[in-house]
């Protein structure tokens, strides 16, 4: 059974920082990309980021490119987005999601339940 478990989330000020987690299970990393997706209030879900199981190569989009960082922990089964100097328009639910393939296309198979991020002062 495929499970992606997201945490990390919460409330902070414009300027902070934040570290979330997607824990997974139930399938081949190998096989998959994970994706880091978000979704903020009235706006449609939109990719920010995305790691390949296989060769550990990142995309990030261009408006986060610069202070969003993904990284995994394969010992852990853990992937990460470290987020950095956060602004208002990141208040959203981040989901984490796994994709089959070799490439970033944020067309995902698995979706986490989300989880919360409010940047506000």
């Known amino acids: 059974q495929v499970q992606l478990v997201e945490s990390g989330g919460g409330s902070v000020q414009p300027g902070g920082s934040l570290r979330l987690s997607c824990v997974f299970s139930?399938?081949?990393?190998?096989?998959?990309?994970i994706n880091w997706f978000r979704q903020a209030p009235g706006k449609e879900r939109e990719g920010i980021a995305c790691?390949?199981?296989?060769?550990?190569?990142?995309l990030d989009v261009n408006y986060v490119k610069d202070r969003f960082t993904i990284s995994r922990d394969i010992a852990k089964n853990t992937v990460y987005l470290q987020m950095n100097s956060l602004e208002a328009e990141d208040t959203a639910t981040y989901y984490c999601a796994a994709e089959w393939g070799q490439y970033c296309l944020f067309a995902p198979l698995y979706w986490g339940q989300g989880t919360q991020v409010t940047v506000s002062s």
């Open positions: 139930g399938f081949d990393l190998d096989d998959y990309v």
């Open positions: 790691i390949s199981g296989r060769d550990n190569s990142t």
